[in-house]
Structures are given as C-alpha cells and as structure tokens.
C-alpha cells in the first residue's frame, strides 16, 4: 500500500526538521517505525502542529479579530500602511473574498489542520510500537490541536473542509462540514478526547492538557446561539465548572505580571500558552513592534513600524485608575509604560521622543483612519518587551497566554447572566474588578458585561468573537464605522479555496 511506504520517509523528514541534537543517520523503515521509542520523540510529532499556532496567532487571525473590532485600528500615514487597503476594509468591514488576510488566515489553518493529520497519520502507522497510554494521549493532543484550527475555521467563516487521515485521493476535493454539522462534529471531537487528554498536573509545560480542551469546549458552547441559533449555556456552564474545581487556577493578584517576561512563573491563570524565546523566532504579534513610533525603541535595538493604534471609542470607556490601563514598572528602564500609551513619550534617559520632524512626540486620543499624522493614535504595549532580545521584533521570552482564566471566569459571568441568575453573575464580576483595583458594580448590564471583557482581554483576539455575541460587531458603530449588513459577522470563503473546493459555497452575502 502507498501509504505505508510513505510513512517512513515522511516521519523521519518530520525527525530531522524538529530535532536540535539529532546526529545524521540513515534511516529504514524498520527504524522509522520505532522513532516513538526515543525519549521525547512525541516532540516531533506534535512540533510542526505546535509550530503553526504561532503563524496563525501572530498573522492574519489577530488582524481580523481585533483590527476589525472596535479596539484596534490601524490608519494610514501617507503611504504608510496603506498595504492596498486592506487595514481600511478591515475596519470598515468592507472585505471581500480576494481580501489578503481572509486568504491568509484560510491558508494558514488549512496548513495546521493539515500538520495535524499528518501526525495523526504517523502515530497510527506506529500503533503496538509504543506504550498504549501515551499513544492514547499523543492521539488525543493532537485532535485537540486540529480541532482548535478547525474551530478558528468554523468560528470565522463557518465551513469545515474534513478529510479522513487515511484518504489518499487527494485529486478528490474534501467534504465540508457547515453551520450545525459543523458544529456537532466539533463538540463530538472534543468530548470524545477528554477521557485520553493528560491532566494539567502531568502535561509540560507549553502543551495543551485535558483543561484546554474544555475550555475550548466552553467557548464552543458560549458563542452556540451566534453560530446555530440554538444557545447552549448550560453546557458551557458545565466545562467551566470542570475546569474551576480542578482548584489549579486563580484570578492573577498582578495583572501585567500575566504579560511579563517570565510569565511562566507564578502564572496562576495560564490554561494554555505558547512558550516563547529569546534565542528563537516565536513569529507572535506581542505588540511593541508593529505599534510604536519608529523612534520610540524603549532603550533597545526593537524595530518599530508606527501601526496599531486604539480606537478613541474604546478607549472612553476606561477608568483610568484600573489597575489593566496602565503599569510603571518598565518605565526606568524603557521610558514608556505598560498598557494604554498617550500624551509625551520618553527614551530611558527621561529625554523626549521626538517625532520624524524634530518635535517632542505626543500620542493624541483621536486618530484619522485614511491620512493619520505620525503621532496620532493611544499605543498599547500589553506584553513586556524583552532586554535580554538583541532584536525584539520577533524575539521575545514572553509566553502568549492562549486560554486564561480570567476569561474562562467572564464566560462563566456571562452565562449566569444570560440564564436569569444577575446576582451570582454580577458577584462574580466584582470580583475580578476588585482584583482589577476598581470598585464593583451595582448591576451588571449585557453592555457592562462586555465592557468588563474588553477590559481584562483588550488586544488578546477575542474581541470580534465578543462584539457578535452581543449584537455589536456588524450592527455597531466606531470612529470610522458605520452599521453594515449581518451577514458581515461571517468572512467570506476566499476564491482561492472556492476555486480547488467545490463543496465548499460562498457565504451568504459574497
């Protein structure tokens, strides 16, 4: 069978690409066979799978959840990120299905859901080769990770192409799951691979354990009124209590401590991070690169590009005394301050950033979406950036907190409050607000509520999913953004994919 043939050479290219310490050898298919007997060989495995979350995140899937929300905007300054308009459509909501990041954001789950079937493929080759129970959790992880991708598919444009691991006809173009099958086959893959998935207590570091897998399980359920019309509360209630009475987890006492370089420590929220590096590219948008001014280094040799910026709406909102808005503790050493950046900007020596022209730089509330000046627009610098980085752009030590439980503790909130029981809910929210250093709320409105979300998980990627639970995304209005049709909710199949797929249909509206 062709297949089996395959297998060998592809696991042991898969081999040579991950492995730092792997000695040149040639390698048969017996040999092949039993790589899963090398200590950590499961790395190899899971490596290019892991790999590809960090392409997703830091690309094309943080573009179009924030800089299409009512959080991020990214002006032109002249011809400067003007990149053919595509920052403009995004926050106007006028896209298309040649739009650049749809179709990168397409590309790049596809890829992962592919690296995914292909690990599944490989340790399938090798069943009876290695230890039963670690086959079992290896398969499950690696479900886990594909079902993450497809549910970024799902989530953004509601089609699911699926192909079985063991399909070799590639010249046949994959069924494709859409609205509630789409659904149902995730919630089934994530419930049948809870029982294999290792506790949090057993897992390294860095990889997903059987509490990530829940708590994608409960953002599935949370937005299950958005993406069928049949709300599941209760259910998303049950995982997040799973997950709760593991007692592993609490509101973090220091919130940018979550976003500081050795986050990894004492990190009582993370539910599942990618680890990042200051000896490798971790390809993460962190924040400080893409949107500073180009003279504004922080003492360092960062490249900055003078990009993203706040939307003055958003930013309104804040009580400037929350402990979220702003943090001194990297001002001696950088000049700027973590969180919300507005008004004069500093170098490390206490002398002004100056602006291309010679003037001290001062960043304005207010920011012109089509001809921005250099210094219009609030910056956010939410993770720490790294001195031990020789070059911050896309080196940094920081791990990216991808599920925590502070947001795990909003669903919750948000559940209680849809279900009838105000009380338990709005309890819950002062309760992280107290932890958050501002007094609690007297009653706890669904506009309240979302308000609470963009505070604790501003320029995290949650924000578009968060907009459209609530009635806010297509139908709401911002600095530069009117109202636009609901169909807007969900992006368009790129024509690339229509093109190679016919199973897959534009959606409505395209």
């Not at 297949?3 to 310490?21: Q, R």
């Not at 050898?25 to 200590?39: R, Y």
């Not at 300054?77 to 040649?98: F, I, P, V």
């Not at 009380?423 to 929210?429: I, K, N, S």
Request: charged share 25%.
């Amino acid at each position: 069978m062709m297949i089996k043939k395959l297998i060998p050479l592809t696991f042991a290219t898969l081999f040579l690409a991950f492995s730092c310490s792997l000695e040149e050898e040639v390698l048969d298919e017996s040999s092949g066979e039993n790589l899963l007997e090398e200590p950590g060989i499961e790395m190899n495995l899971l490596a290019p799978v892991y790999s590809q979350l960090k392409t997703v995140i830091a690309g094309d899937l943080w573009a179009l959840s924030e800089a299409s929300s009512d959080e991020v905007v990214v002006p032109t300054r002249g011809l400067d990120w003007e990149d053919e308009g595509k920052w403009k459509q995004l926050h106007r909501h006028s896209w298309d299905a040649a739009s650049g990041p749809i179709l990168g954001l397409w590309t790049a789950l596809e890829t992962g859901v592919s690296r995914a079937n292909t690990g599944l493929l490989l340790l399938e080759s090798l069943e009876g080769k290695r230890n039963p129970a670690l086959t079992r959790s290896l398969r499950a992880e690696l479900r886990l990770l594909r079902a993450l991708y497809c549910y970024w598919q799902y989530d953004c444009f509601r089609q699911i192409p699926v192909r079985d691991i063991e399909d070799e006809d590639y010249l046949t173009p994959p069924p494709v799951l859409k609205n509630q099958e789409a659904f149902e086959w995730l919630e089934s893959e994530l419930l049948s691979i809870l029982p294999d998935m290792k506790p949090m207590v057993e897992q390294d570091y860095g990889r997903a354990a059987v509490d990530a897998a829940r708590f994608l399980l409960a953002k599935l359920y949370l937005n299950a009124a958005a993406y069928t019309g049949q709300p599941a509360w209760e259910q998303c209630l049950e995982q997040c209590a799973a997950i709760m009475n593991t007692g592993r987890y609490q509101l973090a006492d220091d919130y940018f401590h979550l976003f500081s370089v050795d986050n990894e420590v004492d990190n009582t929220e993370a539910i599942f991070v990618l680890r990042g590096s200051s000896q490798q590219s971790l390809e993460l948008f962190l924040g400080a690169a893409v949107t500073l001014h180009r003279n504004q280094r922080l003492g360092t040799s960062l490249w900055t590009f003078n990009g993203y910026c706040t939307v003055p709406d958003f930013f309104y909102t804040w009580d400037q005394g929350d402990a979220r808005f702003q943090d001194d503790r990297i001002r001696a050493a950088t000049g700027a301050n973590l969180g919300f950046l507005v008004g004069p900007q500093y170098h490390p020596d206490g002398s002004p950033v100056l602006t291309t022209g010679g003037e001290p730089l001062a960043y304005t509330v207010e920011v012109d979406l089509y001809n921005a000046m250099e210094w219009e627009g609030v910056r956010v610098l939410k993770y720490e950036p790294d001195p031990a980085s020789g070059n911050l752009y896309f080196l940094g030590r920081c791990d990216f907190l991808l599920f925590r439980f502070a947001d795990l503790h909003l669903m919750k909130t948000e559940v209680l409050l849809r279900l009838g029981r105000p009380q338990e809910a709005l309890a819950l929210a002062n309760e992280l607000r107290e932890k958050r250093g501002v007094s609690g709320l007297n009653e706890l409105t669904e506009d309240a509520l979302l308000k609470e979300r963009g505070f604790e998980l501003y320029w995290e990627g949650w924000r578009r999913q968060d907009l459209i639970r609530f009635g806010r995304f297509a139908a709401g209005a911002w600095k530069d953004k009117q109202p636009v049709p609901e169909y807007r909710n969900v992006f368009p199949i790129p024509q690339t994919a229509l093109d190679v797929n016919p199973n897959l249909q534009q959606n409505p509206g395209y």
